[in-house]
């Protein structure tokens, strides 16, 4: 199979790019390939799940910003932190951002799998947080490499949620968030309003039939069962 149709076959694109165009087109595998190679931005590394558009929309960086989001049905605003962090740190971040959540958490997988940018929520209530962190180190390079699993755990009675989505970005949301910001602080992210995330431009997600076979494992630790 040619790197062109193994591209095709094992990323998907999402976003929109500022033409109108996709920046992929009419690109040599050559061009394609290099591109798909580089995951150093400066300081800043990513993980195997996304690389940005061929054009470099927005240029992959560490930092965090602060952001809304809006529930349509009840027409509350909760606050939210969003931030990225270079693969060296990520996982252990996110453990680290998990700590304010408490003891006993809700966990819910997120799954593109087969899906092209459609998503499904797999949910499981009430887990131990040790047994939590455990099962999910055993699956770190599903969790940071794989384009196609998203993960969240929140706290309901708190409440507070902890998203790494499929991009790899850190969402944090509930109305008290200084905990996760002082967390960002110590691990040596910025504060940048103006960052722009890769979410922002077109970019491409990464996935494999072994990182299929993996989350299916994973759902199964995680005793969650399809909808």
Known sequence: MGFLKRFFKNTYRDGESRQGRSSFE??????LETHLKIARYGKFTLTDAVRPSYD??????????HDFYHDKESGIKIPVVMAAASREILLDLFM????????????????SHDRRGSHQDLYREEMDMPVLKSTLY????LLMSDGCT???????????????????????YGQELVDFED???DYGLCRMEDIKFITEAEHVHSSTDEFTKQFDQLKY??????E
Do not use: C, W
């Open 96 to 111: 680290d951002l998990l700590e304010p959540l408490g003891h006993t958490v809700d966990v819910v997988l997120e799954t």
């Open 138 to 141: 055993d699956f770190e390079d």
């Open 56 to 65: 470099l929309q927005v240029v992959p960086q560490a930092g965090y910003r």
């Open 183 to 185: 967390i960002l602080d």
């Open 150 to 172: 998203g993960l969240a755990i929140l706290n309901p009675n708190i409440p507070l949620e902890v998203q790494l989505d499929e991009h790899k970005l850190l969402i944090m």
């Open 26 to 31: 009419n690109l040599s595998e050559d061009q």
């Open 221 to 226: 630790r995680l005793g969650i069962e399809d």
